[in-house]
């Protein structure tokens, strides 16, 4: 499985970004697609994964405030976030789930700042 991931960039408070994040290969083998993130000095963590059946969970920092979804047509995902704040800022990163592996695409940053 490999991964691509588009969308990142800088933007102020209370602004929005959708981040979009393309597989191809094994894709028929993926169980959960979904988003981490990397703050500076912090590890990374889960922000939103949709599984195969459509449902999804969501980090409590960005509940309400971002929304994933399927990229039908890239056989990947999105990640609508909405109501930025500068916490949000850090390197995003798709990631698939396939049985007990882990893909991860390329990083891509998402700064927000005024």
């Known amino acids: 499985v490999q991964l691509q991931a588009f969308g990142g960039g800088l933007v102020q408070p209370g602004g929005f970004l959708r981040l979009s994040c393309a597989a191809s290969?094994?894709?028929?083998?993926?169980?959960?697609m979904g988003w981490f993130r990397q703050a500076p000095g912090k590890q990374r963590e889960e922000v939103a994964e949709?599984?195969?059946?459509?449902?999804?969970n969501y980090a409590d920092s960005v509940k309400g405030r971002f929304t994933i979804s399927r990229d039908k047509a890239k056989n990947g995902v999105y990640l609508q976030m909405n109501s930025l704040k500068p916490e949000d800022t850090a390197v995003y990163y798709c990631?698939?789930?396939?049985?007990?592996?882990?893909?991860w695409g390329q990083g891509t940053l998402v700064t927000v700042s005024s």
């Open positions: 990631n698939a789930k396939v049985s007990r592996l882990n893909y």
């Open positions: 290969g094994s894709i028929s083998s993926i169980n959960v």
């Open positions: 949709i599984a195969r059946d459509g449902s999804t």
